[in-house]
Structures are given as C-alpha cells and as structure tokens.
Nanobody, 121 residues
Framework: QVQLVESGGGLVQAGDSLRLACAASGRTRNTYSMAWFRQAPGKEREFVARINYSGDYTAYADSVKGRFTISRDNAKNTVSLQMDNVKLEDTAVYYC??????????????WGQGTQVTVSS
C-alpha cells in the first residue's frame, strides 16, 4: 500500500501563485509515475499534470500548460505542483496520484484525499 497526503491548498486570488505538495509513504516503487488530477464541483475528475519516475518527462493539460509546473523529489518521496497565474477555472479539489502513468485516472493505483484550491476574483 501507498499512502498519499496532499498539502498547500487554500484560497488565492486570480493571478496569484500557489504550491501544492504531496508526500508518499509506504511501499513506493521506483518505477511509479506521479500525477495531479483535479475535480471541480459538478464536473468529472480531470488530468492536470504528470511526471515520470526519473523526472525527465512531464506532461500537462492544455488548460494549465505554461502556468503549472510539476516536479518530484524521489529522495523525499514527494511531488509538487507549482501553480502560477491561477485562474477562476482552476478552482477544484486537487488530487495526487501514483501509478503507471498516462492521462487517464485508471492508470493510477493510489490516490490522496485531495486538497481544495479556491481562486477568487
């Protein structure tokens, strides 16, 4: 089992920056990709960003490309999401996930509880 705990969510104004973090513990494997997904009220969970184990490959949803940056620290078993120039539409619960990778939530085996990000105007 792998446990994931997100932190860093909160209330921010449009145009501000926010940094989310996720700490993994338990039986983490050295081949796992890590990712962030989000779910806004009334909407399905959607892919935000992912990073492979070595950190040399990242992918982003078009809606966040150029504004968000995913990174990981394997020594600390953490993954972060730097969110810059946030927009109202970034309001959602953000989830950290670990698994085989890809943009589909089905590719991830373990999920955190989520952290709320609310962007105000």
């Amino acid at each position: 089992q792998v446990q994931l705990v997100e932190s860093g969510g909160g209330l921010v104004q449009a145009g501000d920056s926010l940094r989310l973090a996720c700490a993994a513990s338990g039986r983490t494997r050295n081949t796992y990709s890590m990712a962030w997904f989000r779910q806004a009220p009334g909407k399905e969970r959607e892919f935000v960003a992912r990073i492979n184990y070595s950190g040399d490959y990242t992918a982003y949803a078009d809606s966040v490309k150029g504004r968000f940056t995913i990174s990981r620290d394997n020594a600390k078993n953490t993954v972060s999401l730097q969110m810059d120039n946030v927009k109202l539409e970034d309001t959602a619960v953000y989830y950290c996930a670990v698994g085989a990778g890809g943009r589909d939530a089905l590719g991830y085996y373990y999920w955190g509880q989520g952290t709320q990000v609310t962007v105000s105007s």
